[in-house]
Structures are given as structure tokens and as C-alpha cells.
């Protein structure tokens, strides 16, 4: 996620078409263990200027290498939970990607309703693979219970092209909410299917994301570059921690959530100074942001009950698997708390 990361304002217009697949560089990308290496400088752009117009092309020119299928890993996957779900269509990007959300069949409207979203940086493979494998195995199991909303991949384009950002370089975790300084379509498009359910107060919002040696290497560095602002190196948290806001803590929830992980995945530690990604940890394997203010995604439903999770696929220790996993433990463990103590 990045959670103090800024962006600047971007268009959404004239999207270059896709480049062709790039299976070396996917090998690469997806493929990665241990501490990343040092990176001191960025390709595109002037260091201390802004980027323009034409540094954000050759960004997209860069970025742009279709390395794995967004409708055979993720649409197929969805279309098989129709006989379980609603599969809702609520949007189109880039004249060829669809948008579905899955939704609890039965919706009723006296049930608390609890949103999970994933792909919002596409990158992150276990955000939407997790939460695939939660409507897959464990959804049908608060269907008593809750109405469940579920946007498996927010942003086709980034879990394609194994990118962070959005086509014009808009980092789309930064982009909701009325105090964004940015928007994009694929904030928009989701934003609006949640306002159009008419729910008066959700309960709960659990964003699955999670934090990689390309987050050192290569993302953290093109921020830098695009907003003109000097790079310095973060410490890459070894294992799972959680993201809650600093409004609306809900310390025991975060701790169950924690609990429940744990039995998947390691919970990382805080550094030498008490931190996670340079914010002060509050309990184990949490840290607090203003959701709102910093405009992630985790702010767009206003739940009482609200987290962005953050697992390690590149430890020495994890598999791919295991990150999908700890993703469904941590939505199992939020609803299950939920569930037995907040209703």
C-alpha cells in the first residue's frame, strides 16, 4: 500500500492500447525473495522536477507488458461463482476490461453489510487472489449473517501488467474520497457501485493488498521521480501487518484480525525505532493512518469496522499460497469478531 505515499493529478484519456506479453519480465516481476537491493536513482524524468506530460508517456511505455491474463486468472473465476452469488457488471475500463463485483444472493437489507476489495493495486497479486479464494471457500459461511460485497480486482490494467499505478501514473490507493487530490476511473467506477447499493452504514471494509521488494526497487522510486521529491529508502516490513485508521482504531478487531493470521503467515516486526514503513506500530502488526485524509480505499464506505492488510510475498519464509491464504484469515477473522462481539 505504501500508506503515506502522495500522487499527482493525472488524465484518464488517450490510454495507449497494451503492449505485447513479456514472459521474462513476469518471471522476474512475480518471482522475487529476499531484502530487495539498494536503488539510488529513476529513469524518467529530471530528479527535483515534476513530471510532465511526456515523462508520464514514456512511463507508460515502460510500465506497459501484458505479463499475465486479467479473464483467465481473474473473470473466469468469477463467472464460476454464479450459481452462489450475484455477479454484478458495474463498469467498463480502457474499452476492454470489464468490472464485476460478487454479492451475497440473499440481500437483505436488515443484515450488516461488509465490503472486501483487492486489486486495487493491481499488482499485488494475493490482494485479488485472496480475495477470490475467500468467495471461493469461505463467503457462503456469514451468508446468515451478512450481505457481502466483494470487488475482486479494481484495477485490471495494474494485475495485467504487474504495475501499481493506473495508465497515466495515478497511484488508484490514493484516489478516494471527497478529500482525494486525484482521481481515476477505476476509484470512480467502484465508488459508485458502493453509493448505488444505498446502504446507510456499512460495517465493515477490509482492503487486500500487499507490500513488495517492488515497492523499494521500482515504485517508491517512480513516485519519487514523477512528484520531484527526494528517494529515500524504506525498510521492507518481513510479514503481515495491518493498516487501520487513526480515526477508528478498533484496536480489539485489528488484534483478532492479527490472531487469525497468524495461523497463515508471520506477523511482521517493528524496526529499530518502534515503526512500520516509517509510522509508529500502535499494537502488534498495526500502524494507524487518516484514512480520509491520505484518500485509500479502505475510507470509501465509511465502515465502522475498516483495515488495509499488508502480507510480504517476497519473505524467504512465505509462499504465494500462504499470502492468499493469510488474505482470507484476515477477512474470516474480521467478521468472525464482528460476528461474535460487535452486533
Request: hydrophobic content about 40%; charged content about 20%; glycine content about 6%.
Amino acid at each position: 500500500m505504501g500508506a503515506c505515499a502522495s500522487c499527482a493529478q493525472a488524465s484518464t484519456d488517450d490510454v495507449p492500447p497494451p503492449a505485447e506479453a513479456d514472459p521474462a519480465a513476469a518471471e522476474a516481476a512475480l518471482n522475487t525473495k529476499g531484502p530487495p537491493p539498494s536503488v539510488l536513482s529513476y529513469p524518467i524524468g529530471t530528479p527535483g522536477q515534476p513530471w510532465g506530460e511526456s515523462e508520464r508517456k514514456s512511463w507508460y511505455q515502460r510500465a506497459s507488458s501484458t505479463q499475465r491474463s486479467y479473464e483467465e486468472d481473474v473473470v473466469s473465476r468469477v463467472m464460476a461463482l454464479e450459481d452462489r452469488f450475484e455477479v454484478v457488471l458495474y463498469g467498463r475500463l480502457y474499452d476492454r476490461y470489464s468490472l464485476f463485483a460478487v454479492r451475497s444472493k440473499q440481500w437483505d437489507a436488515s443484515k450488516p453489510c461488509c465490503l472486501v476489495s483487492g486489486g486495487v493495486h493491481g499488482y499485488e497479486t494475493s490482494g485479488v487472489k485472496g480475495a477470490l479464494l475467500f468467495l471461493e471457500t469461505r463467503a457462503l459461511d456469514y451468508a446468515d449473517t451478512f450481505n457481502l460485497l466483494v470487488l475482486p480486482c479494481v484495477s485490471p490494467w495494474g494485475y495485467e501488467n504487474v504495475q501499481r499505478w493506473t495508465p497515466n501514473a495515478v497511484d488508484p490507493n490514493r484516489a478516494w474520497g471527497a478529500l482525494a487530490a486525484v482521481s481515476c476511473d477505476e476509484a470512480n467506477a467502484a465508488s459508485a457501485l458502493v453509493a448505488s447499493l444505498g446502504v446507510e452504514k456499512w460495517k465493515c471494509h477490509i482492503d487486500l493488498h500487499e507490500t513488495t521488494n517492488t515497492d523499494a526497487t521500482e515504485f517508491t522510486p517512480a513516485r519519487c521521480a514523477r512528484d520531484g521529491t527526494a528517494f529515500e529508502e524504506d525498510e521492507i516490513p518481513d510479514g503481515f501487518y495491518l493498516v487501520c485508521d487513526s480515526e477508528r482504531p478498533q484496536g480489539g478487531w485489528a488484534a483478532a484480525v492479527i490472531d487469525a493470521v497468524r495461523k497463515e503467515t508471520h506477523i511482521a516486526p517493528a524496526d529499530a525505532n518502534g515503526e512500520i514503513c516509517g509510522e509508529s506500530v500502535s499494537q502488534e502488526g498495526v500502524i494507524l493512518v487518516p484514512f480520509k485524509k491520505v484518500a485509500v480505499c479502505a475510507c470509501i464506505a465509511d465502515a465502522d469496522f475498516a483495515t488495509t492488510t499488508e502480507v510480504y510475498p517476497d519473505s524467504v519464509t512465505s509462499t504465494a499460497e500462504e499470502c492468499n491464504r493469510a488474505q482470507v484469515a484476515a477477512v474470516s477473522g474480521g467478521l468472525d469478531y464482528i460476528r461474535r462481539s460487535a452486533l
